[in-house]
């Protein structure tokens, strides 16, 4: 954009504006603590001529994004935790046989390759685990996520059978 070019002649695109508005909302407030209610996110979206129904299935999708977002954190630290056990049992291991290999007294000689074999193992599962996109991470999130929902489902439905079940 050419400094010299009057305000009348600039023309933007759907994103630029927005990051350009997301620039300033940032700006407007010092501390960044500033809530916005509902009322006044449909007031600023009138004043833009935006629908509130478009303000409210905005809304909704941010809603779900964040719902997704969170669950996605969740997941990794679900794959980060097995991670460390399966870590955990490779050192426990590992170290067991090295201490076989080192009574025998011949030093540290087959326990090697053992030690080398089982860390290739180790070297992918990190590669797996750490690995955040891709079609391999998106099919083990949905699987993670469909056992966590019927999970959830099935507590929910022992809860309420108790419930049900308790005299009053």
């Known amino acids: 954009m050419k400094a010299f070019e009057s305000n009348s002649l600039r023309s933007y695109s759907q994103e630029e504006v927005q990051q350009i508005l997301q620039l300033a909302i940032a700006r407007q407030t010092d501390d960044g603590a500033q809530e916005f209610s509902y009322q006044q996110i449909i007031e600023i979206a009138a004043e833009l001529q935006i629908s509130s129904e478009a303000v409210k299935q905005a809304e909704f999708d941010w809603i779900l994004q964040k719902s997704d977002v969170q669950q996605r954190k969740a997941f990794d630290l679900y794959r980060q935790g097995k991670f460390k056990k399966r870590l955990g049992n490779y050192a ?27 860390g290739l193992g180790i070297v992918l599962d990190i590669w797996n685990t750490f690995q955040s996109k891709g079609e391999e991470y998106e099919n083990a999130f949905q699987k993670w996520k469909r056992k966590h929902q019927i999970k959830q489902t099935i507590n929910t439905v022992v809860n309420k059978w108790f419930k049900a079940c308790q005299p009053y």
Not at 92 to 116: A, E, H, P, R
């Open 92 to 118: 426990i291991i590992n170290g067991f046989v090295i201490l076989i290999n080192l009574l025998g007294g011949t030093g540290l000689t087959w326990s090697i390759y053992v030690l080398l074999f089982c």
